[in-house]
């Protein structure tokens, strides 16, 4: 393997990990911050280290994320959880919810990242929350209505920015989770009004993944 020049420093941190871009729930946050053994910050992004897991949220696009990631010690042999928002590409979503990604294509400059256009994600058994297929876009103006169309008849149903630089960086699969914000139509992207239902979602969600690795019921 070639040595790249960007060598930092390693961080240690459990062997679990929540990736989760933007925390959005502040009493959540504040009652998961409590419980940490100890946080920093990192590239400006927080670190809360648990007993079970470490968090990293504050980031925004693959860029930032991957550099994150290669301060982590081991990172590419730990297990990694994400939690991100997504766009629904469905007409029949007209409000927030969780989903559970399964598997996710690459659009745009991701399209010369791999020749495999569509990569696996880990398939939680529990049936916990719906399962779908996404496609992550490297930039937001990306979709328009002939993109739409395309990704439709590919079966697509959710859009994002991270899952599929991240499942080639990491060269594994991992859980990814979503909650929807708003529905992408060949009119425009529509965000959809109840935030208290998407904090909602994105609570229960986050709880989910939180029982997940306190109880050490992490998927094989």
């Given at each position: 393997?070639?040595?790249?020049l960007?060598?930092?420093?390693?961080?240690?941190?459990?062997?679990?990990?929540?990736?989760?871009?933007?925390?959005?729930?502040?009493?959540?946050?504040?009652?998961?911050?409590?419980?940490?053994?100890?946080?920093?910050?990192?590239?400006?992004?927080?670190?809360?280290?648990?007993?079970?897991?470490?968090?990293?949220?504050?980031?925004l696009?693959?860029?930032?994320?991957?550099?994150?990631?290669?301060?982590?010690?081991?990172?590419?042999?730990?297990?990694?959880?994400?939690?991100?928002?997504?766009g629904?590409?469905e007409?029949?979503?007209?409000?927030?919810?969780?989903?559970?990604?399964?598997?996710?294509?690459?659009?745009?400059?991701?399209?010369?990242?791999?020749?495999?256009?569509?990569?696996?994600?880990?398939?939680?058994?529990?049936?916990?929350?719906?399962?779908?297929?996404?496609?992550?876009?490297?930039?937001?103006?990306?979709?328009?209505?002939?993109?739409?169309?395309?990704?439709?008849?590919?079966?697509?149903?959710?859009?994002?920015?991270?899952?599929?630089?991240?499942?080639?960086?990491?060269?594994?699969?991992?859980?990814?989770?979503?909650?929807?914000?708003?529905?992408?139509?060949?009119?425009?992207?529509?965000?959809?009004?109840?935030?208290?239902?998407?904090?909602?979602?994105?609570?229960?969600?986050?709880?989910?993944?939180?029982?997940?690795?306190?109880?050490?019921?992490i998927?094989?």
């Open positions: 393997m070639t040595k790249t960007f060598s930092p420093k390693k961080i240690d941190i459990p062997d679990s990990v929540v990736l989760i871009p933007h925390f959005y729930d502040s009493d959540c946050f504040q009652k998961i911050k409590k419980r940490a053994l100890r946080s920093f910050f990192l590239l400006g992004s927080e670190v809360l280290v648990l007993e079970r897991y470490a968090l990293i949220t504050g980031f696009g693959y860029p930032y994320l991957l550099t994150l990631l290669e301060f982590i010690e081991g990172i590419k042999e730990k297990e990694i959880f994400f939690l991100g928002t997504a629904s590409l007409k029949n979503r007209d409000r927030p919810c969780s989903l559970h990604i399964t598997s996710v294509a690459a659009s745009g400059i991701f399209r010369f990242f791999s020749t495999r256009k569509t990569l696996e994600l880990k398939d939680l058994s529990s049936g916990e929350f719906e399962k779908v297929r996404a496609v992550s876009v490297d930039i937001v103006q990306r979709e328009t209505r002939k993109w739409l169309r395309t990704q439709i008849n590919r079966g697509i149903q959710v859009v994002e920015m991270e899952l599929f630089p991240l499942r080639i960086y990491l060269k594994k699969s991992f859980v990814a989770l979503v909650v929807i914000s708003d529905r992408v139509t060949e009119e425009g992207i529509k965000p959809f009004s109840d935030t208290k239902g998407f904090k909602c979602e994105f609570v229960r969600t986050f709880g989910y993944i939180d029982y997940l690795l306190d109880e050490n019921k998927p094989v």
